[in-house]
């Protein structure tokens, strides 16, 4: 099954995500932590990437295109992928048809007011990719993962001046992915203001498979 997930930034995709892809046996493909592990490894590509995401802004989507293309020719992608935050526009989109068409498309419905808290109070585990909030799921040790003790981090595109830079690139450059998929039947949306559990039984829901 091949099935994208979209929403702003801190719409907790990525923890639905993870859940789906699990139960269907299928990669969770995050472009996100793909170019950013790019970076962290040094790669051509992930040097190309690095300055355009530490300003939070797209990176190019020949880059992007190209690094998702190779993922899928992995074995484990054979059955379909779970794709998180991408397509994030429409040209991603059409080039995206010629290698992998998609079954279905979840919108993360979510008001702006909520994003930004959601997204700057975040802390991540470079290690294992936990992701933890300030206010909302703190690690039981203040700067601490939970499930192996490395520190946290505070990624840049997570600090506030980056978060509205990525909310404004978000309105101007992906919402309009919305209209496409609707238009094209595949577009199903969530309200993801509800607890994981919430959230994931309209996802559930949507994808029309029983809990």
Same mark, same amino acid.
């Given at each position: *099954?091949?099935?994208? !997930?979209?929403?702003?930034? =801190? ?20 472009? =996100?932590? *793909?170019?950013?592990?790019?970076? +962290? ?12 995401? +530490? /300003?939070?802004?797209? #990176?190019?989507?020949? %880059?992007? &295109? ?16 779970? %794709?998180?935050?991408?397509? @994030?526009? #429409?040209?991603?989109?059409? /080039?995206?048809?010629? !290698? ?11 008001? #702006?007011?909520? &994003?930004?808290? @959601? %997204?700057?109070?975040? $802390?991540?585990?470079?290690?294992? =990719?936990?992701?933890?909030?300030? @206010?909302?799921?703190?690690? /039981? ?22 978060? $509205?830079?990525? &909310?404004? #690139? ?7 992915? %919305?209209?496409?998929? $609707? ?7 969530? $309200? ?11 996802? @559930? /829901?949507?994808? =029309?498979?029983?809990?």
């Amino acid at each position: *099954m091949r099935i994208a !997930f979209l929403g702003p930034p =801190g719409a907790g995709k990525g923890t639905q995500a993870k859940l789906l892809a699990s139960e269907l046996r299928v990669p969770h493909l995050s472009t =996100g932590d *793909m170019l950013r592990a790019a970076v +962290k490894e040094r790669t051509p590509l992930g040097l190309q990437a690095e300055s355009t995401m +530490k /300003a939070g802004k797209l #990176v190019p989507d020949a %880059l992007v &295109l190209d690094l998702l293309r190779q993922r899928l020719q992995q074995p484990d992608a054979a059955k379909g992928a779970l %794709l998180d935050g991408f397509p @994030r526009n #429409v040209a991603q989109a059409e /080039a995206l048809t010629t !290698f992998l068409p998609l079954d279905r498309v979840i919108y993360f419905e979510i008001p #702006v007011g909520e &994003l930004l808290p @959601r %997204l700057t109070e975040r $802390r991540s585990c470079p290690a294992c =990719g936990t992701i933890y909030n300030l @206010r909302s799921h703190p690690p /039981a040790k203040a700067g601490r993962c939970d499930r192996d003790g490395t520190e946290l981090v505070h990624r840049p595109d997570d600090r506030e001046e980056a978060v $509205r830079t990525r &909310l404004e #690139v978000y309105n101007r450059e992906t919402a309009p992915l %919305l209209e496409y998929f $609707r238009s094209k039947g595949l577009l199903s949306t969530v $309200r993801a203001t509800g607890s994981v559990e919430e959230v994931q039984a309209a996802v @559930r /829901a949507a994808l =029309g498979r029983r809990s």
